[in-house]
């Protein structure tokens, strides 16, 4: 399959720009996953991670709960950062063992949902009441010069999300993690890993459904914001395996042929039968080619972890000193 071109490098767009940009995009139509990620869209992602057959949230939670004080005594870090963190449910196994050695003084969110974030840097604060906790509402891959400054800080990237990004804008990503910290930092890395096809698909695309419903809900999000007029029973969500790239896509297939008006982003999208909208791609990694992402942006690899059916691979790297 022809990946879409890479997200755009420069500052952050608005939906509008982004839409305009990608979604009547030749061959594929795609659009961003940040676009995924609204009040609801982050509910329902929370909701996936609780379905059985979505295997990465309890192959992680494994990982962090054997190896978390590992984390922090190798890390050394007062201040822990999450990107894209979310409800932070995992990070709170980070929290403790970090509380734990009395070394963490600070804690950072940072999410795109504003609901979300709101709502865990508040439950985090009553569990951790002497942590400092500075919530940042943005765009991990934009916003990175947000991230409060000072102490020894190691960032979070957990859930595999670095897999929805196309090989150069991993490249690019960690490279601009690396250009905002100082030596001494740390980088703690989530990365899924390549394993049985049946399984990845079955992850991504669950016979309960919650899946379906959260690919779709990007397309209420373009109708809400953009007062597009996408019929939602007439997409239905498909998960496809690119063996060449190693990455399950999603996408929303058109059940009928149909025009599609986007007055916000001025387009009018003329759709055939069994056309298709990307959603998004998440990469499946190698442990042996970690290095190769991280060390040419200048981190070194202390350690990785993985759970015991080798799922999921946890790396902690470091800014020389």
């Known amino acids: 399959m022809t990946p879409p071109p890479a ?10 720009e982004s839409v305009r940009r990608t979604l009547d995009a030749a061959p594929q139509r795609w659009l961003s996953p940040k676009w995924l990620y609204d ?21 992680e939670r494994a990982i962090l709960e054997a190896r978390s004080a590992d984390v922090a005594r ?31 003084r600070r804690f950072c969110p940072l ?6 974030l709101a709502a865990a840097a508040e439950a985090i604060r ?21 991230i409060p ?3 020894t800080r190691l960032v979070a990237f957990l859930g595999g999300t670095i897999g929805n990004l196309t090989p150069p804008e991993q490249a690019r990503f960690v490279g601009a993690v690396a250009a905002t910290l100082a030596p001494g930092d740390g980088l703690l890395l989530g990365t899924d890993l390549v394993k049985d096809v049946d399984r990845l698909l079955t992850a991504y695309d669950d016979p309960i459904g919650v899946t379906a419903a959260f690919d779709r809900n990007v397309l209420q999000v373009l109708n809400r914001e953009l007062g597009a007029d996408f019929d939602l029973a007439r997409w239905r969500h498909e998960a496809r395996w690119d063996a060449e790239e190693e990455r399950i896509e999603m996408h929303l297939v058109a059940t009928e042929a149909q025009v ?37 942006a200048g981190f070194e690899v202390v ?19």
Not at 76 to 82: F, G, P, Q, S
Not at 265 to 278: F, H, N, R, T, W
């Open 126 to 146: 009553a569990e951790h009441p002497g942590i400092e906790v500075v919530a940042v509402e943005g765009d991990f891959l934009h916003d990175l010069d947000r």
């Open 149 to 151: 400054t000072g102490g």
């Open 39 to 59: 009040d609801l869209g982050s509910v329902l992602f929370d909701a996936i991670t609780h379905v059985p057959h979505y295997y990465p949230t309890s192959r």
């Open 74 to 104: 190798l890390s050394e870090a007062d201040t822990l950062v999450e990107l894209g963190s979310g409800t932070s449910e995992k990070t709170r196994l980070l929290l403790d063992a970090f509380t734990a050695t009395g070394q963490l």
């Open 303 to 321: 350690e990785v972890w993985t759970d015991p059916d080798d799922d999921l691979a946890l790396t902690l790297a470091r800014i020389p000193r």
């Open 7 to 16: 997200d755009a490098p420069q500052g952050s767009e608005s939906l509008a």
């Open 111 to 116: 999410d795109v949902s504003a609901a979300t």
């Open 260 to 296: 599609v008006r986007v007055p916000g982003a001025g387009l009018e999208l003329k759709v055939e039968e069994g056309e298709s909208i990307q959603t998004e791609i998440s990469s499946k990694f190698r442990v042996e080619r970690l290095p190769a992402l991280l060390e040419p």
